[in-house]
């Protein structure tokens, strides 16, 4: 099997073991599953939701959709990068730089909520991930596989990144109730 054909085989295998694994995470926590499948609002209060969003650039970047992990500044970027990769590249260092601040002020006030047994399965679980998003952004990159391979690897860093920041989100929204 040509190496190009491995690394497709391997993407799809890691691609299926996370979609697993956000399964499992899904079901586990019934505040995510929530999330994940908003219900509709009335268009009275959609508009006025949209009309807030656009006046606050802050809560624009911090008030993503439950189906978009992203930033509207990152997909703006990402849009005008119109498919250089030096330019992608630089969009997502930037939405990762916005991710980690965020969830590393996250992390700090969920684990001071939470009791002393919880606190230390909270930080063994964002250790264990760490890990796994670091190996799992290796196992991505390709060396042959030209300019897409740190591309797709960085982007699943990202994706991950994301997905952490969006878990702790609201795991503090639960703490707080």
């Given at each position: 099997?040509?190496s190009?054909?491995?690394?497709?085989?391997?993407?799809?295998?890691?691609?299926?073991?996370?979609?697993?694994?956000?399964?499992?995470?899904l079901?586990?926590?019934?505040?995510?599953?929530?999330?994940?499948?908003?219900?509709?609002?009335?268009?009275?209060?959609?508009?006025?939701?949209?009309?807030?969003?656009?006046?606050?650039?802050?809560?624009?970047?911090?008030?993503?959709?439950?189906?978009?992990?992203?930033s509207q500044?990152y997909?703006a970027?990402?849009?005008?990068a119109?498919?250089?990769?030096?330019?992608m590249?630089?969009?997502?260092?930037?939405?990762?730089?916005?991710?980690?601040?965020?969830?590393?002020?996250?992390?700090?006030?969920v684990?001071?909520?939470?009791?002393?047994?919880?606190?230390?399965?909270f930080?063994?679980?964002?250790?264990?991930?760490?890990t796994?998003?670091?190996?799992?952004?290796l196992?991505?990159?390709?060396?042959?596989?030209?300019t897409?391979s740190?591309l797709?690897?960085?982007?699943?860093?990202l994706e991950?990144?994301?997905?952490m920041?969006?878990?702790?989100?609201?795991?503090?929204?639960?703490?707080?109730?």
């Open positions: 099997m040509s190009a054909r491995r690394s497709f085989a391997t993407f799809f295998a890691n691609l299926a073991a996370f979609s697993a694994l956000c399964a499992v995470l079901v586990a926590h019934p505040a995510l599953a929530a999330e994940a499948a908003p219900q509709a609002a009335p268009p009275a209060q959609q508009d006025a939701s949209a009309a807030a969003a656009a006046d606050s650039p802050d809560q624009q970047d911090s008030a993503l959709p439950a189906e978009n992990l992203f500044t997909q970027c990402m849009d005008e119109a498919g250089v990769t030096t330019g590249q630089d969009c997502m260092s930037a939405e990762q730089e916005r991710l980690e601040t965020r969830l590393n002020a996250q992390r700090a006030r684990a001071a909520t939470l009791n002393p047994e919880r606190a230390k399965a930080n063994d679980a964002l250790s264990a991930w760490d796994l998003r670091k190996s799992g952004s196992a991505m990159f390709d060396p042959n596989g030209g897409l740190p797709m690897a960085s982007l699943w860093y991950q990144t994301a997905r920041t969006r878990w702790v989100d609201v795991l503090q929204e639960s703490a707080e109730q």
